[in-house]
């Protein structure tokens, strides 16, 4: 149980074009949900925090009108990189917890993101 | 505010090897969670371990255990018998009252044949 899928799970894109990360929780309802990005050799870092059917909370120098993150239902989550560019080349995890565990994550498989 | 420390960057070791990856933490939180993650090439994150601030039993899992100390505010993993297939990233990671997941910035473990 507790799966969390991510599609697409890489993509490629030129410089200036929008693209759509889904994440999805396949077997229970996901209360929140996560988005980090991770940079070849670093750490995660937590981008935003979404809850269902309200408005994502962005941490500090994240630009929200850059990451637009939608959260439509209890099992999906979508991350959308607007105009994006090379420098938002990365690798994009989500990740979404539930009732029964809210003090447990369920990570997706994770999207590599390059923009050319 | 609240980190954790994973002071080895990158660790080698031959196989059959014991390896310990060392994480500290710090938080204000009285209830707080501490998780060790594995990353391997493929980028997907491996769940290995949580544990809540109030149990501090040491846990062993097959070739795996966990060390808690409270007093020290260090959750250190150790391997026995490494293997290559446990070479990757190893994340340690905090969670407290706002269930932010704060990792570390990771122990590159390569275990050589």
């Known amino acids: 149980g507790a799966v969390v899928s991510q599609h697409p799970s890489w993509v490629i894109c030129k410089s200036g074009t929008s693209v759509k990360i889904e994440c999805r929780s396949l077997?229970?309802?996901?209360?929140?949900m996560f988005w980090y990005r991770q940079f070849p050799k670093q750490s995660l870092m937590l981008m935003a925090t979404s809850n269902e059917g309200s408005k994502a909370t962005y941490e500090q120098g994240v630009e929200k009108d850059k990451f637009l993150i939608n959260h439509a239902s209890l099992t999906l989550s979508t991350l959308t990189v607007t105009s994006a560019h090379p420098e938002d080349s990365s690798f994009y995890i989500c990740?979404?917890?539930?009732?029964?565990?809210?003090?447990?994550?369920?990570f997706g498989p994770g999207t590599r993101l390059t923009v050319t | 505010a609240q980190k954790v420390t994973q002071a080895q960057t990158e660790i080698s070791v031959v196989e059959k090897e014991d390896v310990t990856l060392d994480c500290v933490y710090e938080?204000?939180?009285?209830?707080?969670?501490l998780f060790w993650y594995k990353q391997p090439p493929s980028g997907e994150l491996v769940f290995l371990i949580r544990r809540n601030s109030f149990d501090e039993q040491n846990e062993i899992s097959g070739r795996y255990s966990w060390n808690f100390q409270k007093s020290t505010s260090s959750f250190n993993f150790t391997i026995t018998a490494s293997q290559v297939v446990d070479s990757a990233v190893y994340f340690c990671a905090l969670s407290g009252a706002t269930n932010k997941l704060i990792f570390g910035t990771g122990t590159l473990l390569a275990v050589q044949p």
């Open positions: 938080t204000r939180d009285t209830t707080y969670y």
């Open positions: 990740s979404a917890n539930g009732q029964r565990f809210p003090y447990e994550q369920y």
């Open positions: 077997d229970f309802q996901a209360t929140t």
